[in-house]
């Protein structure tokens, strides 16, 4: 039997300049590097000059609907593979599952993990992150259906005076990137049907875009004023803020805002 490679999933973290030293480390001895792009956004010439070396984007066909075939044969062809992944490897359910087929099929792994938006978004929004409660995403309607299930997660998280951290639908091969105002825009919808004063006007929320590039954007206030802010850059995270904030929680949350919040 031949040599067999190693899965390595590696963290990029918010944006290419967050490769850790170990992370370039692994790519740099990597036979073959692949970079999936789809789950956030992804500075390519960035990460090129970098990482000083050639890669490949791969797609989420290639990983959730192939369900890592391509990867696995190379890894039987005995190449020590490196998949970049945005933020950390092991949040996405398709790099978990990936990471299980190669196990299954006998071949070793790593993982370098990598900052993630969950829970660095709350941090650098003034919040404490032992406040945040389950977190959920906010996706387009479907053949016309309204996923309920963050409008849930909020109340529940709201009874516990907990944080929800809402991640939005993005998907960069489909030029998909929600913003906040869209999620507010449908999470009141599901408020006008349900009328449970979950998603309510005077809502404390933050707005958290493009986290990790020179030119993010932390932007906390009212929902309706919020709601009203022109903040175009993505990706972006939407948090409602627990309904009995702590006093120093407040303060960040204003001294964050002051200091970057920006169109």
């Known amino acids: 039997m031949g040599k067999q490679g190693k899965l390595y999933l590696v963290g990029m973290g918010l944006s290419p300049r967050y490769l850790t030293l170990e992370a370039q480390e692994v790519i740099s001895k990597a ?33 959730e609907e192939f369900s890592g075939r391509t990867i696995l044969s190379m890894l039987n062809e005995g190449k020590n593979v490196a998949l970049i992944t945005p933020g950390d490897p092991l949040i996405a359910t398709t790099h978990v599952t990936l990471l299980i087929e190669a196990h299954r099929a006998g071949f070793e792994f790593h993982v370098v993990p990598g900052v993630s ?54 998907d960069g091969e489909k030029g998909i990137a929600m913003r906040a105002v869209d999620a507010l825009k449908i999470l009141r919808e599901i408020e006008e049907r349900r009328r449970e004063n979950v998603v309510v006007k005077d809502r404390l929320v933050a707005i958290v875009a493009s ?10 206030g009212r929902l309706e004023e919020v709601e009203a802010m022109e903040i175009n850059k993505v990706p972006q995270t939407l948090i409602f803020i627990s309904p009995k904030p702590h006093p120093i929680e407040l303060e960040m949350i204003e001294i964050v805002s002051s200091k970057w919040c920006r169109n």
Request: hydrophobic share 40%; charged share 25%.
């Open 211 to 220: 986290l990790g590039y020179p030119d993010f954007s932390i932007c906390a």
């Open 117 to 170: 938006i969950i829970p660095t978004a709350a941090t650098f929004s003034g919040l404490m992150v032992y406040k945040l409660g389950r977190v959920a995403t906010v996706v387009y309607p479907k053949d016309g259906i309204l996923f309920e299930y963050p409008y849930e997660v909020i109340k529940s998280n709201d009874s516990q005076n907990l944080h929800t951290l809402l991640l939005l639908e993005y």
């Open 31 to 63: 036979d073959i590097v692949l970079v999936e792009e789809y789950t956030s956004r992804l500075d390519i010439p960035e990460l090129s000059a970098i990482l000083r070396r050639d890669f490949k984007l791969v797609t989420r066909k290639d990983l």
